[in-house]
Each structure stands twice: as C-alpha cells, then as structure tokens.
C-alpha cells in the first residue's frame, strides 16, 4: 500500500455539480462562477471576490490593479511559490527577492522593511502551510498582496494580519479547496475591483489590455460543491496533524512550529534528522510518500547566490512534507505515524 503525498479530495457530490454544467452547456464563465464568486467572498468576510482561471492571473490581475509598471519594485519571500514571480514579470516589475527568517517560514517585519526602497510598489506575503504570519507592517503605506491558499477555512481574524490591499488564493488540487485550476482574488477597494474585472475579460475600447482570465462555470462548480465541506476538510487535517505531532514527538525530528487548533495544516512540514535523500528512500521503502513543499526558491530561479538566501536555501533541501489530507483512512494515517517513528 502506497500513501501519495497529496490528493485532491472530490466525491460524487462534486462530479454532480460538474455534470450539470455539463448538462446546462454553461462551460463559459457565468452564473456558476458569480455564485462562487459570492460565496466566498461572504465567507472571506470581503466585498468583492474574482475567479480567475491561474494563480499567476490572479497575481497579474493584482499588479495591474496596484498600478504596477516596468521599473517599480515588488518584494517576494524566495521560500514562495513561483506564481508571483512570473507575474512580476510579465508587467516588467523587478522582484526584490528576500529571505525567511531563521525558525520561520517567512520573512520577519526587519527583513521586509529594509528591503523597501521608493520604487518599492507592492509586497507579496503568504501563510504559509496553513500557518499564520502573526505580524503587521505597523504604518507603512506599501501595498500588502497576502496570499491565503494554505489558510482558506481559518479564522478570518488570524488570515488577514497583515490588513491586505489584496488577497489571493489558490484553488489547485493540494489546496484547501481545488477547482483542478484557478484562483480568486479579494478585495474591499471598488477601484481594485473594477480594475481586475476589466484585465480579467478586457473591455472593448479601453486602455485596459484585457487578457483570457476569467474562470469557467465547469471549474467554478466544482468549487462551489468543495467550499460547502471546507469546515470538515480543515477539522480533518488538524485531527491528522495531531496525531503527527504526537508521533514526531517520539523521534529526533522537529517542526518549526508546536501544534495550534487554529492552524489548517494545508501540509505538515517536517525538519528530519538526518540527509534529505536518506529520509526520502526510508518513507519510499516504506510506502510512504513525501515531498518538499518548496523544493526550488526563488532566487534560483533567478539565478542568485544561495549564500545571501540561507535559511530560504536550507528549508527547501531539507523541509519535507508528511501525507495530510482529507481523504487518508486511519489505517494509513497510522501507517505514517508509524513510519515517521521508525525513522528515529
């Protein structure tokens, strides 16, 4: 018995919303997606919610709408995923790449701060795994891009410290919630709003370069149906953690983090003693399949010394993650706890 290390949790009930879109031949966007659209933005607590059909849409919808141009400066954690990257650049931005601070999975307030320069337009932060940042930027000014796809289910009051500009969340299928694809961005200010509406479908005769953004009815029913049993899929992956941590307790292994009921767990990082590619052939032998949930930071990508980004350099060779997801039977989540103490 072989345990992946992500799966999308879809049952019948999901299938029928698909199949009726199927049905109703509303592939296109419309209802479906407004419906979505307006459920959770209720449940974000924000005035405005769009669907689009990519994360990296979302996030050049969100540049576009801060006023982002060629020149200007976005500071990007490089332990982040690659999406607002390529954003960045696709409206010329530079990335002002920064490194997580030592015992985090995230930059520190300092950090973020003496990256700031005049050209700075936008900062890009995430929860990431389903943890909250738990810090603000005090007074300054600089547009906040927070990105929420691990934290979708949490307390709103935990997700939105920092007050965002925008935020963003990731539908793919490790998420908390998966349309197979997409993302949704939110917002309380109605020039943002109008903004991404029109780049998001273009509007005949505007200066607003309209690109093919928008999300289908097809994807949007699926997560419609998904967003009805987001409270049981986040009940469920803290039950797993918990029995995680109560097995990682018994090892020489650690965590970043204790164990927190307001967590979602959108994955269970796990720091190992011991080489990474020894704990990845001890699990694969086992059955057990994990992964590193950040396995190329950013600055790779864009070619800089991993001398100047140690901590994001260190977690990405040696932070992997542990199966959690809603649909693991006890008999495999035991069989993970079981493995994980093995490898003591």
Do not use: W
Not at 6 to 25: A, F, H, N, W, Y
Not at 49 to 55: E, V
Not at 262 to 282: G, N, S
Not at 332 to 343: A, D, G, N, P, Q
């Amino acid at each position: 018995m072989k345990i992946v290390s992500s799966k999308p949790t879809i049952t019948r009930k999901e299938l029928e919303g698909v199949l009726d879109c199927l049905i109703q031949d509303t592939l296109a966007s419309g209802a479906v997606v407004k419906q979505f659209e307006q459920a959770l933005g209720n449940l974000m607590g924000m005035k405005y919610a769009l669907a689009t059909n990519s994360l990296t849409a979302a996030y050049h919808c969100a540049f576009i709408a801060l006023g982002v141009t060629a020149g200007d400066e976005i500071i990007i954690p490089s332990f982040f995923h690659e999406a607002p990257l390529k954003a960045c650049h696709l409206v010329g931005a530079t990335p002002v790449l920064i490194d997580i601070a030592e015992g985090a999975y995230h930059p520190s307030a300092e950090l973020i701060r003496k990256a700031m320069t005049q050209k700075t337009k936008a900062i890009v932060l995430g929860h990431m795994f389903g943890i909250p940042l738990g810090f603000d930027l005090g007074d300054s000014t600089i547009p906040v891009i927070l990105d929420i796809s691990h934290t979708l289910g949490m307390d709103t009051a935990d997700i939105f410290l920092p007050s965002p500009s925008l935020a963003i969340a990731s539908f793919a299928p490790s998420m908390m919630i998966t349309t197979e694809m997409g993302a949704m961005i939110f917002t309380n200010n109605s020039r943002h709003y109008s903004c991404i509406r029109d780049v998001r479908t273009g509007v005949p005769h505007s200066h607003i370069p309209g690109f093919e953004y928008s999300m289908s009815d097809l994807h949007a029913a699926l997560g419609l149906n998904q967003l009805l049993k987001l409270k049981d899929f986040v009940r469920r992956r803290r039950d797993i953690a918990r029995i995680y941590y109560d097995a990682l307790n018994k090892t020489h292994h650690s965590t970043v983090y204790t164990y927190n009921e307001h967590c979602t767990y959108q994955a269970f990082p796990v720091l190992f003693d011991a080489q990474p590619d020894i704990a990845e052939k001890f699990f694969k032998k086992n059955g057990v399949e994990i992964f590193h949930p950040i396995e190329v930071p950013l600055h790779q990508y864009c070619k800089l010394r991993n001398l100047d980004y140690p901590h994001s350099d260190r977690l990405s060779k040696k932070l992997f993650s542990l199966p959690i997801y809603p649909t693991l039977t006890k008999r495999e989540i035991e069989k993970v706890s079981r493995v994980l103490t093995m490898f003591a």
